[in-house]
């Protein structure tokens, strides 16, 4: 089941960790079973429950695991998030959040790999577009000491483009 505040389908909620859940990944607190754990990695903010479910299914972990990690407050649906932090955005600005925050993410992972793992905090730390954007630099940067700097260049124009929609 999903997480009573969830509206539409549950199974296209997008779920991201709370900063409990950033702080369980690197203290292990709660001595989560690894399969749990596991699960827990596997949120980030552009995965919708569908996909997790299925990932975890994978893993062995149980088949409410999200609502266990929801339970522990290590985790919270995005659109809470969202709600939480702007009063009531438009559906477009909500969107270009997800959109923008989510280019990042993936920069992050497809460049970076595990060295970005402290700019991916910084991203999902982030609750507004003020805020992302203000990043934009230091992944910019990250990106050209890894991959170059015309790679950055390209990448930030897509950036640019998705912040002007």
Known sequence: MAS??????????LYSKT??????????????????????LLVDGRRDAATLRTMAAGLRAPADALEQLVALRLIRSV???????????????????????GLMSAAVHEHLGLLGFFIQLK???????????????????????????DCARQWERGIRVALAS
């Open 123 to 149: 991203i999902e730390r982030c609750t507004d577009m003020t805020e992302l954007e203000a990043l934009l630099p230091d992944v910019g940067e990250a990106v050209a000491k890894a991959r170059g700097f």
């Open 19 to 40: 900063e409990a859940g950033r702080a369980e990944i690197q203290t292990r607190a709660n001595k989560l079973s690894p399969a749990l754990r596991s699960t827990l």
């Open 79 to 101: 659109h809470d998030v969202v709600e939480a932090t702007v009063a009531r955005p438009s559906s477009a600005i909500a969107h270009r959040f997800r959109t923008v925050s």
């Open 4 to 13: 009573p505040d969830v509206r539409g389908n549950p199974e296209e909620c």
